[in-house]
């Protein structure tokens, strides 16, 4: 069993966010031992894919419709499954949206670091893609789409 401190600091997060987590529900087996919020292995695994969850963008209303569901049993792994596959594609998509930034920001580097070399941007005006170092070329095309 672990304390709401012991899980502030195991998770990085504030005291209050762990209270409100549970004043939400996201914690329906919450142990008490006089008043005081005990955390067995099962919060803690739930506070890790409600970590997760949060992480990849979901509401905490959504998160506690998919606590709700885990308490209702096998009947709801189709929308667990759902919830989850939805999730999945939505942080995906924010990966691919991501690569094309950093891929601009590794071109825009190269660029820079050329430019200081030169001088001036002379010669980079004149470049063409074709013209730039295969993998800076690759990074500029999928931060170009």
């Not at 762990?18 to 067995?40: A, Q, T, V, W």
């Not at 999945?88 to 998509?93: L, P, S």
Request: with cysteine; proline share 3%; net charge positive.
């Amino acid at each position: 069993m672990y304390t709401i401190g012991q899980v502030s600091e195991l998770f990085g997060l504030p005291i209050s966010t762990l209270r409100y987590y549970d004043k939400e529900g996201l914690f329906p087996n919450m142990h008490r031992s006089s008043g005081i919020r005990r955390f067995d292995e099962q919060e803690i695994e739930a506070l890790r894919v409600i970590e997760c969850l949060k992480r990849s963008g979901m509401q905490i209303k959504d998160i506690k419709q998919f606590m709700e569901w885990c308490m209702q049993g096998s009947k709801t792994y189709p929308q667990r499954r759902d919830l989850f596959l939805k999730q999945k594609a939505n942080v995906e998509a924010e990966i691919e949206r991501m690569q094309r930034v950093l891929d601009m920001l590794r071109f825009k580097c190269w660029y820079y670091g050329e430019a200081i070399k030169d001088g001036n941007e002379d010669r980079l005006h004149r470049m063409k893609p074709e013209d730039f170092p295969q993998e800076i070329r690759q990074a500029y095309e999928n931060a170009h789409k």
